[in-house]
């Protein structure tokens, strides 16, 4: 037996560190080599634990013997402005964020950057942790029970809700028990239904299609503009409205990108012909993607739909392009004006549809009112899970246009489509829709899909590479089948779950539900540890995801068994939030994955750490099924404020730099506009091409950043037949604010706070004021805060109205109207700023940071979220569910034993990545390009030199690559 580590242990003195405090050792291990300001913190007791109150929440600053113990005295000094504190700590950067060597000298035992690392880790854990504690606010009328408990249990610690009991009028109804208390059992517990019903089998509804989103902001502070209550009214007085500030205005000045050519962009249309010479500038991000961006957006139709089939409501309202303001005073604009911005008064969009706009009532409990749901609520219209739903369907309906071959139900229809082609071609491509397919007229001609809305090139890809994933696990079962027919499988019948599943036995119906099942577990691997961590290039954020999957204990697997354990068991104690607390902070040691999927006699922690200990296992027992599900005592969905911060549009480029790879694949051979290949055009675009030429083009070209002034000209010019408007055209920057608007997400700052984070003061508070005064970024940056402020102007505060309940100032005083300022001075409009303005403005984040701080939050609570309440992912991520070649395909990524990554990338050793593997499998011609290709959502030939370096700098062989010409701008 290996001996445990100090990462072994590092989770379990996390564990109690954020509830109990570090006196005496420390959260980071400090203890042993303590230098002089690491004492003087813990002398101190300077360490943040979890707050008991949500006025009392972290919000990521900490003193400064903190700062400066685990990152010196830059770190330090960096401590000013609003912007979270960790990411100044040792290591937690590019190489030079790396201790001196005269600091590692002086380490007796760990040394600065794992204290650095460690520190953030801790934080990073800490904000979780309140944000489990703080921020969960379900709109199914469960809210009440999570307010005042229910049957002498506190309401963070239920696990189940009537109103997550299937209807009467569901076809299911019966089977999971009627008005008794329901369980799904059987056929229902197999595999994922297509409606996503029966993942939880004691809360049947939940996750499924059609449920309500939740929130994750107090419900008296959604929608801003009804002035639910006196506060919301002081902060943002008559200002804010549906279009107010004008969306359009605030599109076309804060999110245009600047085009020095534009006849050669023309509106992202680019040249006829995909002419080369074409050119849409626009702001690129060196460690990420083109694929990056799409298979974000291949995600998030998996997650939510706020549309139903491609629709809104039926009612066509006006999108702004009326009035902007000058010199602070709103002004009608004229028809210069419109000429000048380039926007549209004529377009319009369909309205959003609204599941519930009664008046909410109102609940007191502790002497404190409540709100038991927003005043508006919204729906989900695809299953909440990730189970891949965008590829297999989510009713009915979806389910219909998803193609299965006749030849092999098993197996996704896909069709000989490039005779000739490359190997990866032989695996085919998906068929298109077909007369009396149930689609919208303006999905004609597109690849049959389950999810078909906003299709391109890029969706397109993602669908077809998981389509031939599907096949070749079917391919890879069956290959097993043929050999050993009366071999056990590993599958079970809950129905019957003592008789033995042999592969002879498997229908092809049961294995395309398998192989669902094992393409959804690799698409959250990919997205977790692969995507996630690209998007977050730095260490601790390696290591943060790595253990959300694996755990940190990924070599060490019977103290990982051992660890699940002590998680699974760990239920409601006296202090419900605090037992939430202890399991999120906990997990981290054994991983989300996984959890539950072992069960062991009840010995104590020792006893678990034992080679010989038998896993007890079993599909008879409802508690083993479900048992690795935690929901802290709020039924899943997600919240209206995620699909905020995924509003990624800035992502995508205008032009996509078409390459081949059997030809000089330096060359850029094409500019083809992603506009070209919208819809059915998409179908044209990928098989004359071909799957592994878009693989190349998008796997080596840059994604846009994410910030102001950079969205795709093509989306702010959008047309779409189905527009009832005299344009056909629509702004989608701007409608991403208006939606926002209708749905109630509050305004940045107050989304900040209620978050835990540090609210801002000033427009100047965006500047990034670690940059050199005259560098020409800090000047681009001085001159959008001019933008920001002359789009949302400002006003003379009022130091009498208090404008928030999410927080208390330092001293103790509420929050008012001055932020700080003095009473009746002129102070920028920050509390208006719409979220997605103000994430986008953030110039200062974490190293490797494609995202910004505010949308960070909203994942750290929300990814995990998603793998701690699906059970598939956690206690039923079993043989019996899965197959044995299943779970070892999730395990390893694809069939045989794990492959390992040449090197130590970062320091690490690491599995070949799962989607690296699935590119092998589904176009085996991309093995060369991908030799030295350690993550697929890295630019492919990137140089990703030493300690997550950032530099847009060759690699061998990509000297010569277009891309790297004109200085790689
Ligand atoms: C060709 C590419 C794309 C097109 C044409 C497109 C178009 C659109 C349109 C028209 C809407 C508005 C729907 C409405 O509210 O009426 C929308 C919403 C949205 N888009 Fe995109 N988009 C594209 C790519 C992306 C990408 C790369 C992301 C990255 C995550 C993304 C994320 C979103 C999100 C989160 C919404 C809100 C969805 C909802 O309300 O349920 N889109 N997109």
């Known amino acids: 037996m290996r001996p445990m580590g100090t990462w072994s242990w590092l989770a379990i003195v996390t564990g109690l560190c954020v509830f109990e405090g570090c006196s005496g050792y420390g959260p980071f291990g400090i203890f042993v080599d303590s230098t002089k300001d690491c004492a003087e913190m813990l002398l101190q007791r300077d360490i943040q634990t979890v707050a008991n109150t949500r006025e009392q929440r972290f919000l990521g600053k900490v003193p400064d013997t903190t700062a400066r113990c685990l990152g010196g005295k830059r770190a330090e000094n960096l401590r000013e402005g609003p912007w979270l504190d960790w990411p100044n700590y040792w290591a937690t950067g590019d190489i030079m964020s790396l201790a001196p060597a005269r600091l590692l000298a002086h380490a007796k035992v760990m040394g600065p950057n794992v204290h650095g690392i460690n520190g953030a880790l801790y934080e990073l854990e800490l904000q979780r942790i309140e944000l489990i504690k703080f921020n969960l606010f379900d709109n199914n009328k469960t809210y009440e029970a999570y307010v005042t408990g229910?049957?002498?249990?506190?309401?963070?610690?239920?696990?189940?809700?009537?109103?997550?009991?299937?209807?009467?009028?569901?076809?299911?109804?019966?089977?999971?028990?009627?008005?008794?208390?329901?369980?799904?059992?059987?056929?229902?517990?197999?595999f994922r239904t297509l409606t996503g019903t029966c993942n939880d089998i004691r809360n049947p509804l939940m996750g499924s299609t059609h449920q309500l989103f939740a929130r994750n902001v107090e419900f008296n502070s959604t929608f801003p503009d009804l002035a639910l209550n006196e506060i919301t009214g002081n902060r943002h007085g008559d200002r804010v409205g549906l279009l107010k500030p004008d969306p359009q205005i605030i599109s076309r000045k804060l999110f245009t990108r600047a085009q020095s050519q534009p006849d050669r962009c023309r509106e992202g249309y680019g040249l006829p012909g995909d002419g080369q010479e074409a050119e849409c500038a626009y702001k690129k991000a060196p460690f990420f993607n083109v694929l990056a961006a799409f298979w974000v957006q291949f995600m998030t139709h998996d997650w939510f739909a706020h549309l139903e089939e491609g629709h809104n409501r039926p009612e066509w309202i006006p999108v702004g392009c009326a009035t902007q303001r000058v010199k602070n005073v709103e002004q009608a604009l004229t028809d210069e004006d419109v000429k000048k911005l380039g926007c549209r008064p004529d377009d319009k969009i369909d309205a959003a549809y609204i599941a519930e706009d009664t008046e909410s009532w109102s609940l007191t409990h502790g002497g404190k009112a409540y709100l038991t749901r927003a005043p508006k609520t919204t729906v989900n219209h695809?299953?909440?899970?990730?189970?891949?739903?965008?590829?297999?369907?989510?009713?009915?309906?979806?389910?219909?246009?998803?193609?299965?071959?006749?030849?092999?139900?098993?197996?996704?229809?896909?069709?000989?489509?490039?005779?000739?082609?490359?190997?990866?071609?032989?695996?085919?491509?998906?068929?298109?829709?077909?007369?009396?397919?149930?689609?919208?007229?303006?999905?004609?001609?597109?690849?049959?899909?389950?999810?078909?809305?906003?299709?391109?090139?890029?969706?397109?890809?993602?669908?077809?590479?998981?389509?031939?994933?599907?096949?070749?696990?079917?391919?890879?079962?069956?290959?097993?089948?043929?050999?050993?027919?009366?071999?056990?499988?590993?599958?079970?019948?809950?129905?019957?779950?003592?008789?033995?599943?042999?592969?002879?036995?498997?229908?092809?119906?049961?294995?395309?539900?398998?192989?669902r099942l094992v393409v959804a577990a690799e698409i959250a691997k990919i997205h977790t540890t692969e995507w996630t961590t690209q998007l977050l290039y730095n260490e601790p954020l390696n290591r943060g995801m790595n253990a959300n999957w694996h755990g940190v204990f990924a070599e060490q697997q019977m103290v990982a068994d051992a660890l699940k354990e002590v998680v699974r068991r760990l239920d409601g104690t006296n202090d419900a939030k605090k037992a939430n607390g202890l399991y999120a902070a906990l997990a981290g040691g054994p991983g989300i994955f996984g959890l539950g999927s072992r069960v062991y006699e009840g010995v104590p922690l020792i006893g678990l750490i034992d080679p010989n200990k038998v896993d007890l296992w079993d599909l008879k027992n409802d508690d083993h099924i479900n048992g690795g599900v935690n929901h802290f005592g709020s039924p899943f969905n997600f919240p209206e404020e995620f699909i905020t911060v995924y509003r990624l549009h800035p992502l995508l480029p205008d032009l996509i730099e078409y390459r081949e790879w059997n030809k000089e694949p330096n060359v850029i051979r094409q500019k083809v506009p992603v506009i070209e290949t919208f819809r059915g055009k998409a179908t044209g675009a990928m098989r004359q091409k071909g799957l592994a030429n878009w693989a190349l083009s998008m796997g080596r070209q840059r994604l846009g950043l994410l910030t102001l002034q950079n969205h795709p000209q093509f989306l702010q010019n959008l047309k779409m037949n189905r527009l009832q408007s005299p344009t056909q055209?629509?702004?989608?920057?701007?409608?991403?604010?208006?939606?926002?608007?209708?749905?109630?997400?509050?305004?940045?700052?107050?989304?900040?706070?209620?978050?835990?984070?540090?609210?801002?003061?000033?427009?100047?508070?965006?500047?990034?004021?670690?940059?050199?005064?005259?560098?020409?970024?800090?000047?681009?940056?001085?001159?959008?805060?001019?933008?920001?402020?002359?789009?949302?102007?400002?006003?003379?505060?009022?130091?009498?109205?208090?404008?928030?309940?999410?927080?208390?100032?330092?001293?103790?005083?509420?929050?008012?109207?001055?932020?700080?300022?003095?009473?009746?001075?002129?102070?920028?409009?920050?509390?208006?700023?719409?979220?997605?303005?103000?994430?986008?403005?953030?110039?200062?984040?974490?190293?490797?940071?494609?995202?910004?701080?505010?949308?960070?939050?909203?994942?750290?609570?929300?990814?995990?979220?998603?793998?701690?309440?699906?059970?598939?992912?956690?206690?039923?991520?079993?043989?019996?569910?899965?197959?044995?070649?299943?779970?070892?395909?999730?395990?390893?990524?694809?069939?045989?034993?794990?492959?390992?990554?040449?090197g130590k990338p970062n320091g690490h050793q690491q599995p070949v990545s799962p989607m690296k593997r699935v590119l092998l499998r589904t176009m085996p011609e991309l093995a060369g390009e991908l030799q030295g290709v350690v993550n697929v959502f890295d630019p492919w030939v990137r140089d990703r030199g030493e300690y997550y370096s950032l530099q847009w700098k060759p690699r061998a062989g990509a000297e010569g690559d277009e891309a790297f010409a004109t200085g790689g701008r």
């Open 150 to 190: 229910r049957d002498g249990e506190a309401g963070p610690v239920l696990k189940t809700w009537p109103e997550m009991r299937l209807p009467r009028t569901h076809p299911d109804f019966q089977a999971v028990g009627g008005d008794q208390p329901q369980v799904c059992r059987g056929e229902l517990i197999r």
């Open 382 to 515: 695809v299953t909440a899970w990730w189970d891949a739903s965008q590829l297999y369907g989510y009713d009915e309906q979806s389910g219909r246009r998803v193609k299965r071959d006749p030849k092999d139900p098993a197996k996704l229809l896909l069709m000989s489509v490039r005779e000739g082609g490359a190997e990866g071609d032989k695996l085919g491509y998906l068929p298109a829709f077909e007369a009396g397919d149930p689609i919208n007229p303006e999905w004609s001609w597109q690849e049959a899909s389950a999810f078909p809305d906003n299709w391109s090139i890029g969706t397109s890809f993602y669908h077809n590479v998981f389509a031939r994933e599907h096949n070749a696990f079917v391919d890879a079962f069956r290959k097993l089948a043929a050999l050993t027919p009366d071999g056990d499988s590993g599958l079970r019948d809950p129905a019957n779950p003592d008789h033995v599943i042999r592969y002879r036995d498997v229908t092809p119906n049961e294995l395309f539900e398998i192989a």
């Open 729 to 902: 055209q629509i702004d989608v920057a701007a409608l991403d604010l208006i939606r926002d608007r209708e749905r109630g997400v509050p305004r940045y700052n107050e989304f900040r706070r209620q978050y835990g984070l540090e609210q801002l003061t000033s427009f100047d508070d965006f500047v990034d004021t670690r940059l050199p005064q005259d560098s020409p970024s800090r000047h681009e940056q001085e001159q959008l805060v001019k933008s920001l402020r002359e789009v949302y102007g400002w006003h003379q505060c009022d130091a009498s109205k208090k404008i928030t309940e999410a927080r208390l100032n330092d001293d103790g005083s509420p929050v008012n109207d001055c932020l700080g300022h003095p009473q009746g001075s002129l102070i920028d409009n920050i509390e208006d700023v719409d979220t997605v303005v103000g994430w986008l403005a953030e110039f200062r984040r974490p190293h490797g940071f494609a995202i910004s701080e505010t949308q960070f939050v909203v994942f750290i609570l929300n990814a995990s979220r998603r793998l701690f309440s699906d059970r598939f992912f956690t206690s039923s991520f079993r043989p019996e569910f899965y197959s044995t070649l299943g779970v070892e395909w999730v395990t390893n990524n694809g069939p045989g034993s794990e492959m390992m990554e040449q």
